[in-house]
């Protein structure tokens, strides 16, 4: 396994596991850790796609990475 397939399987890991969290009810939607989660988790799959580039796929990572970052500003604010 190459090293982006690695980080693309790894943040598939990240974002399945806080979305079965959230799921469990173990973690809230607005958490920290959830949103972190997401954000890290999208940005190693975008890595990934550098090297074996999927346009739908980068649009719906560059959208989930951007729908966290928001959900992390906007709990700083509060």
């Known amino acids: 396994m190459r090293l982006h397939d690695?980080?693309?399987?790894?943040?598939v890991i990240l974002v399945v596991g806080?979305?079965?969290l959230l799921?469990?009810?173990?973690?809230?939607?607005n958490a920290h850790?959830?949103?972190?989660?997401?954000?890290?988790?999208?940005?190693?799959i975008l890595l990934s796609l550098f090297a074996e580039f999927n346009l739908s796929a980068?649009?719906?990572?560059?959208?989930w990475l951007a729908i966290s970052l928001l959900g992390l500003l906007r709990r700083a604010r509060v």
Do not use: H, K, P
């Not at 690695?6 to 943040?11: K, V």
């Not at 850790?33 to 190693?44: D, F, T």
């Open 6 to 11: 690695l980080a693309g399987t790894a943040g």
């Open 18 to 20: 806080a979305y079965l």
């Open 23 to 29: 799921q469990l009810e173990r973690v809230a939607s």
């Open 33 to 44: 850790s959830y949103l972190i989660a997401n954000a890290l988790g999208a940005s190693l």
């Open 58 to 63: 980068f649009l719906m990572e560059f959208f």
